[in-house]
C-alpha cells in the first residue's frame, strides 16, 4: 500500500485505525470502531472496556505506590534523631 501525504510517500505504514488496539483485530471499512482516549480504536464494547479497566488498574496501582512513598518519606521525617544530643544549662564563673 503506497499512499502519498503532504507530498510524502509512505509505503506499507500502517494507519492507526487499522486494527484493534486491545486484539489487533483487523478494522474493516465498513465496520464500527469504538475509540477510547481519543484516538485509540477497538473492534468492539468488550475490547475497549477491558483496556479501560486495565488502565483504572495502572493508575490505582500508580496512586497506591506513590502514596506509599509519601507515608514511608513523611515516617522518615518524624522518626527521632539517631544522634544522643545532650540539652542543659551551662554555667561558667
Not at 472496556?49 to 483504572?56: L, N, P, R
Not at 493508575?59 to 514511608?72: F, T
Amino acid at each position: 500500500m503506497a499512499s502519498f501525504y503532504g507530498g510524502f510517500r509512505y509505503h506499507d505504514e500502517p494507519h492507526f485505525l487499522d486494527a484493534c488496539s486491545f486484539c489487533r483485530k483487523h478494522l474493516g471499512l465498513n465496520s464500527d470502531i469504538f475509540m477510547y482516549r481519543g484516538n485509540t480504536p477497538f473492534c468492539s464494547k468488550e475490547c475497549r472496556q477491558e483496556e479501560i479497566e486495565s488502565d483504572e488498574a495502572k493508575e490505582k496501582s500508580c496512586k497506591l505506590s506513590s502514596s506509599a512513598r509519601s507515608i514511608r518519606k513523611s515516617e522518615s521525617n518524624t522518626s527521632p534523631p539517631s544522634e544522643t544530643v545532650r540539652t542543659g544549662t551551662v554555667v561558667v564563673a
